[in-house]
Each structure stands twice: as C-alpha cells, then as structure tokens.
C-alpha cells in the first residue's frame, strides 16, 4: 500500500497532471507524468472507470498499480506525480504484462 505521502489525492493535482503531464499511452492505461520538486516525493494517481468492469476488477486493477508504483518508491524515485488512466480490458491483464507495461513506460527517455 501506498502512503499517503506518495499518493495523488486532491482533485487539482490530478488535474494538474492530466493537464501538464507528458503522456504516453499503453493498450491497458494512459499515463501522465509532472515533474514536481525534485526532493519531493513520487506520487501515484489512479482512475478507473465503471467500463473497466465490475467493482471488484476496478479495485483489483487500482490495487496492482498502486504495488507496482511503491515498488517505484522503494526503489528511491523522486520530484514526479504519476496519474495513471485505466483503459477498458485491463482487468484482465496479469500483473506481469501491467508490470512491463508501467516499468516500460515510466523508464522511457521520451517521459522524462
């Protein structure tokens, strides 16, 4: 689980990514990046729609992004607010293809 400090809570912020963010796109969700105060901590946002699926796939889905995004923290990322956007169908996604996905993306020279 994520602590609250490297979580994305308040409507403006993830405003704010979604609107200034660099963004790249997977078959399974769009992502945004903002680059924030480099000693700041890194922070994760999640949105699932109801068309990913029922309750119960929205929260498996938010669930494994927010372990892959502290797997991201622990391994010391700072200065960015991440806002990931679920797209349809990632619910059934297995975690390996959502975690090469994310590391795929998130590593990538063109969001940095």
Do not use: C
């Not at 949105?47 to 923290?73: E, H, Q």
């Not at 622990?74 to 806002?83: K, Q, S, Y």
């Amino acid at each position: 689980m994520l602590a609250r400090a490297n979580r994305v809570v308040l409507p403006g912020d993830f405003r704010a990514a979604v609107r200034r963010g660099r963004r790249a796109t997977t078959p399974t969700a769009v992502y945004y990046r903002l680059p924030t105060d480099p000693a700041a901590p890194v922070r994760f946002g999640v949105i699932v729609s109801k068309a990913v699926g029922n309750a119960v796939d929205r929260n498996r889905v938010r669930r494994r992004l927010r372990a892959l995004g502290r797997g991201r923290v622990d391994a010391g990322h700072r200065g960015e607010d991440v806002v990931i956007r679920v797209l349809p169908g990632s619910a059934q996604q297995h975690w390996d293809s959502l975690s090469a996905d994310m590391h795929h993306v998130l590593d990538s020279p063109a969001m940095t």
